[in-house]
Nanobody, 124 residues
Framework: VQLQASGGGLVQAGGSLRLSCAASGRTFTIYAMGWFRQAPGKEREFVAGISQGGGRTYYADSVKGRFTISRDNAKNTVYLQMNSLKPEDTAVYYC??????????????????WGQGTQVTVSS
């Protein structure tokens, strides 16, 4: 599966952005999907994940209540709605797909396919 992330940009603290990740290739519904982020000098960290059917979602504590992950399987797309953004949310955001039929993982090693990343910058 190939993944293409988009929607990043520059936003003021307290603002919102919606990231999209379009998938092509194999059947989208066999993959659990995740969003990760990586700030300069830091490790790539889990942000949110969603199961194949969309019924189960998982969030890092740092984004709970502010970010929402969703997917539209008819459009082969996963989204990350980010509200109440903070400067510490600044990072390159990556979407990722699990190996087929796996459950949602919270570590980047649990994902096999990655998009190219989209920069999110939150100014104070």
């Amino acid at each position: 599966v190939q993944l293409q992330a988009s929607g990043g940009g520059l936003v003021q603290a307290g603002g919102s952005l919606r990231l999209s990740c379009a998938a092509s290739g194999r059947t989208f519904t066999i993959y659990a999907m995740g969003w990760f982020r990586q700030a300069p000098g830091k490790e790539r960290e889990f942000v949110a994940g969603i199961s194949q059917g969309g019924g189960r979602t998982y969030y890092a504590d740092s984004v709970k209540g502010r970010f929402t992950i969703s997917r539209d399987n008819a459009k082969n797309t996963v989204y990350l709605q980010m509200n109440s953004l903070k400067p510490e949310d600044t990072a390159v955001y990556y979407c990722a797909a699990s190996p087929p039929f796996r459950t949602v993982g919270v570590h980047h090693r649990e994902y096999d396919y990655w998009g190219q990343g989209t920069q999110v910058t939150v100014s104070s």
